[in-house]
């Protein structure tokens, strides 16, 4: 089955504790990026990659690292994690675009991220 | 830069009801244009697409029409059910591109 795996669903940390959310993906995709979901701010990039060891920023990237060493992980980092980073988080992948058409993003089940 | 303006809900409709989602968009060129919807505690998956004007897009009984001359794309639904309970995503990705610009989401409840 196609899926974006993300783990944990549910995590509740401490200001300045480093952790990773992990994301794996089986569909040999390329493409693979990071959001955030806030009440009426919907879904804001927060980092992507176009291929192993390519990765850029996204809208909201202060605060975060990833990296992309395979090419089914790419895991999001918050080293130094605050309160405002409290929030929903969702890994997604896609495969390059073939010339002009879009493509479907497949989005893995969430990470709900609580920092206290 | 791009952006996609959906309306704001919630929205609370009966049993057998029409659903209308108004979204529009601003962006250079032709843009791919895409709903999502996410049920409760999933994550987004796809509910139509359309890749250039006056395409159609269309799936599970729900229709969104690419107007270029209006920056539009408005979801709707001809008879909602309680199972379409969710909440509903207008996206952009620039032709060529990967990135995908979403709306804020409109949350839509369906009562029996």
């Known amino acids: 089955e196609a899926q974006v795996t993300q783990n944990p669903r549910y995590l509740i940390t401490v200001t300045g504790k480093k952790l990773t959310v992990t994301c794996s993906q089986n569909m040999n995709h390329e493409y693979m990026s990071w959001y955030r979901q806030d009440p009426g701010l919907g879904l804001r990039q927060i980092y992507y990659?176009?291929?192993?060891?390519?990765?850029d920023k996204g809208d909201v990237p202060e605060g975060y690292k990833v990296s992309r060493k395979e090419k089914r992980n790419f895991p999001l980092i918050l080293e130094s994690p605050s309160p405002n980073q409290t929030s929903l988080y969702f890994c997604?992948?896609?495969?390059?675009?073939?010339?002009?058409?879009?493509?479907?993003?497949?989005f893995g089940q969430g990470t709900r991220l609580t920092v206290v | 830069g791009d952006s996609v303006t959906q309306m704001e809900g919630p929205v609370t409709l009966s049993e057998e009801a029409f659903l209308t989602i108004n979204c529009t968009y601003t962006a250079t060129g032709y843009p791919s244009l895409f709903w999502y919807v996410q049920y409760p505690g999933e994550g987004l998956q796809l509910l139509l697409k359309a890749t250039k004007a006056d395409d159609k897009g269309s799936n599970k009984g729900f229709e969104a029409t690419y107007r270029k001359e209006t920056t539009s794309f408005h979801l709707e639904k001809g008879s909602v059910q309680v199972s379409d309970s969710a909440v509903y995503f207008c996206a952009l990705s620039p032709r060529g591109y990967q990135k995908v610009t979403f709306g804020t989401g409109t949350k839509l409840q369906v009562i029996p």
């Open positions: 990659s176009m291929n192993v060891e390519v990765t």
């Open positions: 997604a992948s896609s495969s390059l675009g073939q010339g002009t058409s879009g493509t479907e993003a497949f």
